[in-house]
């Protein structure tokens, strides 16, 4: 087996300046003190990261809601039962709040008994009750609303966590709710999320009614940055080469660290269709099965080391593992890093799932989705203490030509890069982009380097307690319009997921010797931003484009340089924003035509390159290549539409005998649409 088959595709460090634990005169921490000041809006959208405190920042704003606001009650609507136990009693004013959260234990519907469905009486007991906050799951407000109607819910306050279940889809049954009743314009509404893209790729509210949205931001850099005891989180994949990947889970996996594994769904390619024998196979892995824990239920397995192992199997039948499940609920599992070393998992302790001490979450098989990876991440993200580095691994299946379904497997190898790439855009810091003008100026709060600004040339500035970037580009659209700006501003990461998820844009950008960038940065990102807002004109679409393509480029160049590099401990944690420093410092002029010309994917190929064995590479670029369609229609239109820009800044059409491949690329696409009209036109 290849030595470096497993490596990290992203390894960010942080400076662990303690700022996201601290709390003010009021008990608030950060994010929480930043969704407060906002307490008045009607529409409120908490954006923020697994174990950032979103379910107190809910309590501190739905809290001034009912005494401030002349809100009669606070529903507050959690997708799984597990997760009903974030909003119990909280004696909020020991610390500084003005009252105290308090929930009437028959008002936790998650805990009463009975189906979700046979709870709806429940909630219209809680409407006519005289108590003032109400706790279930997204299934029984769904069917609660079906059955009462939007009316018998004016003047609450409707909080929605995990708000990534919600959809835009009409088949999506609570995104429907809500679009109903922000029609009504009667209730408040905050919504919460961990996750910045839903896994299919689906809008979760229509552009109009996230308009009507405050949103309150709170990065995973903000987040990591100001931790206490994490300073390094490594995201790496691991391609396995024997068709069972339990052969091979030792080289990822090292039983001193606090793992949680999570094996693949049965229909998966990865999976043996053997679970228990998984779960078998993963114990020899660990050491030595010495027997039970009669008082957990936890598996003892006496590692190499001599260490005896505690593991929790959570994938065994039900009876044992309710048992399992309820031992990790302990106080002790929080307080004693000890009390368990290993947690097996098939489908479960995902969001709202809480072992502070895990520091390598490992999962087996192509996740599909998106915003389970970020939670599957978010397991390992805690900080605790003594806990300095943890880790994500996905383990997949390589490719195999011997197998029928060699096109499903290639595809999961995409969608893993596609997770790593979009990962890496949520872990950096933000980035801000303005033109270069000859009024620019420095801005405040950010530091620009040891040269300090430079009117005459690139500028990099970057404000360490906010984890932003400011950067100038020349030739940069702005947007106009306030959607337009939302977009810039706070959802970047959602058009940077439509495009790496975009698989012509990604086989192409990975496989295609012949690809010109621009043809990926312009034409492809160009067609993804016109699909997702065709309610914004050309100009604010190309300035979206523009935005999208340069915190892409720049995360993935600045990554290059400090993967060449290396990093020194003390350099650690700045390696990310000297990367980006460099690249723009090492160019005559940082201008938008430069980063069109940068292929996203190249640096996402030199990691593959190292990871995957070279005859699974050349297999996964033949199956790719069989396929390449030369020119589409739509692409020549594009092109074409392009070409005319060019025509007006040159004065001249394209060339098809261009040395620029760009160049050439557009008169080809001329060429194409002329091709066709005279096909046409002679029948």
């Avoid at 020991?94 to 936790?108: A, I, V």
């Avoid at 009667?186 to 790729?201: N, P």
Wanted: with cysteine; charged share 30%; aromatic share 8%.
């Amino acid at each position: 087996m290849a030595e470096n088959k497993s490596i990290p595709s992203v390894t960010v460090n942080y400076a662990r300046n303690g700022s996201s634990k601290k709390s003010n005169e009021l008990g608030m921490r950060v994010m929480q003190e930043r969704a407060y000041e906002k307490r008045g809006e009607q529409y409120l959208l908490i954006k923020s990261p697994p174990a950032s405190g979103k379910s107190r920042a809910l309590m501190f704003v739905a809290l001034d809601k009912l005494n401030n606001q002349r809100i009669k009650k606070a529903i507050i609507v959690v997708p799984e039962k597990s997760i009903g136990a974030s909003f119990n009693d909280e004696p909020l004013s020991q610390y500084g709040f003005y009252w105290d959260w308090e929930l009437t234990p028959k008002w936790n519907l998650c805990n009463a008994p009975g189906e979700d469905g046979g709870k709806v009486n429940s909630v219209k007991a809680f409407i006519d009750s005289d108590d003032s906050v109400l706790v279930c799951t997204h299934a029984t407000f769904r069917f609660a609303v079906d059955r009462y109607g939007v009316p018998a819910f004016d003047n609450c306050l409707i909080a929605v966590d995990e708000f990534h279940h919600v959809s835009a889809n009409p088949d999506n049954k609570l995104g429907m709710h809500l679009g109903e009743f922000i029609a009504r314009d009667k209730v408040h509404i905050v919504a919460m999320t961990g996750s910045y893209f839903r896994g299919d790729a689906e809008a979760v509210l229509s552009p109009e009614d996230e308009s009507r949205f405050e949103t309150v931001t709170y990065t995973y850099y903000e987040q990591l940055n100001g931790y206490e005891y994490l300073k390094t989180l490594d995201i790496g994949y691991y391609f396995y080469s024997s068709g069972d990947y339990t052969n091979e889970i030792r080289d990822v996996l090292i039983p001193s660290e606090k793992t949680i594994i999570h094996i693949p769904n049965v229909n998966s390619r990865e999976s043996t269709k053997q679970k228990i024998k998984e779960v078998e196979n993963i114990f020899a892995a660990l050491g030595e099965w010495e027997g039970i824990d009669e008082d957990t239920g936890f598996q003892l397995i006496r590692s190499k080391t001599g260490k005896l192992l505690k593991v929790a199997d959570l994938v065994d039948d039900d009876a044992k593992r309710e048992k399992v499940s309820a031992a990790l609920k302990r106080p002790e599992a929080k307080t004693d890093r000890d009390f368990v070393d290993v947690i097996i998992a098939l489908g479960m302790a995902k969001e709202g799932f809480d072992w502070v001490w895990c520091e390598h979450a490992l999962t087996v098989g192509y996740r599909s989705s998106l915003t389970e990876i970020i939670q599957i991440i978010g397991r390992a993200t805690r900080d605790a203490e003594g806990k300095t580095r943890s880790r994500f691994t996905n383990l997949i299946a390589e490719p195999d030509a011997a197998e029928d379904a060699v096109t499903d497997a290639v595809n999961d190898t995409l969608k893993a890069i596609a997770a790593s790439l979009l990962m890496e855009q949520v872990l950096t810091p933000k980035f801000n982009f303005t033109p270069k003008t000859p009024t620019s100026g420095p801005q405040e709060g950010f530091d620009y380097g040891e040269q300090g600004y430079d009117p005459n040339g690139n500028n990099v500035g970057f404000n360490g307690e906010t984890g932003q970037f400011q950067i100038e580009i020349n030739g940069l659209v702005e947007p106009k319009s306030d959607g337009a700006k939302r977009i810039c501003q706070e959802d970047l990461n959602e058009v940077i997921t439509a495009f790496v998820q975009d698989k012509n844009a990604l086989e192409r950008g990975l496989f295609d010797e012949e690809v010109v960038p621009e043809e990926l940065t312009q034409i492809r990102m160009g067609k993804i931003v016109k699909d997702k807002y065709p309610e914004l004109d050309d100009d604010d679409q190309e300035a979206v484009r523009q935005h999208a393509i340069a915190a892409l480029n720049l995360t993935q160049q600045a990554k290059e340089i400090a993967n060449q590099n290396g990093s020194g401990e003390t350099s650690a944690n700045t390696a990310f924003v000297d990367g980006v420093r460099r690249f723009a410092m090492d160019v005559r002029e940082l201008d938008i035509d430069l980063i069109d010309r940068i292929n996203p994917f190249s640096e996402a190929y030199a990691i593959l390159a190292k990871a995957m064995n070279e005859e699974s590479l050349k297999q996964v670029k033949a199956v790719i290549n069989a396929k390449k369609i030369k020119l589409t229609e739509e692409e020549a239109r594009e092109l074409a539409i392009r070409a005319v820009q060019f025509k007006r800044e040159r004065g001249r059409l394209p060339d098809i005998t261009s040395a620029d491949p760009w160049e050439r690329r557009m008169a080809e696409g001329i060429a194409f649409l002329q091709r066709k009209v005279m096909e046409e036109s002679n029948g």
